[in-house]
């Protein structure tokens, strides 16, 4: 990958650092009052030296937290909470880690976004059927149970974290692939259980995994010992920031001019696919979900928006486009 090999000079880790779950997982307690976010990362870190944390640059609060014997990742969610931001877990498997400076969190983000813009490339179409339909029934699931729904307006702020946090995870996972290399069998990882595995540069090597409801660790393992390389475990706390009224219709404007132009762009029967895979992923949608996105202001403007690029297509591309416009229509109500 691209950003691994720009990122290589970063990957000086000592390999002191191990596999990181054969020995007990630490607890965390700590007291901490009215403390900058990244002191309070720090004071965790030192009680989960094999785990790297890290807040993005915004970060810059100070937050008051109370833990007695919490998981690692009780604690940074315990953070997070205070920031009123969001935290993401994910994994990296590497020759020699980072060095003497870790990675950022910017570092991490980049990464992340490279790794699974590949990682969708690469799927199946069914695969990317599947992990759809997961999606759809996380949603569907939201609200109930406890579980809590997006803030309406969480797209009025800046959070480079949200857009990786909004899916599914699962601790045990069915995981089944005979003689794959490394990389594939961390795509089958992230497809079971997702959470993103960052791969760096080199890791290379043959694996095979079989089995029914395996936790993660393990499988983490045998993926780092396949490629002669050790895993470890990460964690970044986000803070918010606000947009302007502005900023979120410049994003909203790029956003849908660069979805636009590159839906044109494809073959006819790449387009007829898409159509038919947005129009069932919109006609599933449950009720809960589609009140939250008539809440969002901006899901009013980018509906306005796509009525108003329709009256610019040609009659016949109007007609190929009719079903999702339909479809959106009948979820905003219109």
Do not use: H
Request: proline residues 6%.
């Amino acid at each position: 990958m691209l950003i691994l090999r720009r990122c290589l000079p970063l990957l000086l880790l000592a390999g002191a650092l191990g596999l990181g779950y054969a020995e007990e997982a630490p607890k965390i307690t700590l007291e901490a009052a009215d403390k900058p976010v990244a002191e309070v990362l720090a004071l965790i870190q030192a009680q989960a030296p094999k785990v790297q944390l890290c807040a993005t640059q915004a970060s810059t609060a100070n937050v008051t937290v109370k833990l007695t014997d919490a998981s690692v990742e009780a604690a940074v969610k315990a953070v997070a909470k205070a920031l009123k931001g969001t935290c993401l877990r994910g994994y990296i498997i590497e020759r020699t880690g980072p060095g003497e400076t870790p990675y950022t969190a910017a570092d991490y983000i980049d990464f992340i976004k490279t790794a699974r813009d590949e990682w969708r490339r690469r799927l199946t179409p069914e695969q990317t059927k599947a992990l759809d339909e997961r999606v759809r029934a996380y949603f569907r699931g939201l609200g109930q149970g406890g579980q809590e729904m997006p803030r309406p307006d969480a797209l009025s702020y800046d959070d480079p974290l949200l857009r990786w946090t909004m899916s599914p995870t699962a601790e045990k996972i069915n995981l089944t692939a005979d003689a794959v290399t490394v990389q594939q069998g961390c795509d089958l990882f992230m497809l079971e259980s997702g959470y993103t595995v960052l791969v760096e540069a080199g890791v290379e090597g043959t694996v095979t995994l079989t089995g029914q409801g395996q936790e993660l660790p393990p499988l983490l393992d045998k993926l780092a010992e396949a490629g002669k390389a050790k895993w470890r475990e990460f964690y970044l706390v986000s803070q918010p920031v606000k947009l302007s009224e502005q900023e979120v219709d410049q994003r909203a404007d790029k956003a849908f001019g660069e979805m636009w132009s590159g839906f044109w762009s494809s073959p006819p029967e790449e387009r007829a696919k898409d159509i038919q895979r947005v129009v069932e992923n919109l006609n599933g949608i449950p009720p809960v979900q589609i009140q939250f996105i008539k809440a969002m202001p901006i899901a009013q403007k980018m509906f306005a928006r796509m009525f108003k690029a329709t009256m610019t297509l040609t009659p016949a591309q109007r007609d190929e486009f009719q079903p999702i416009i339909q479809a959106v229509g009948k979820i905003m109500g219109q």
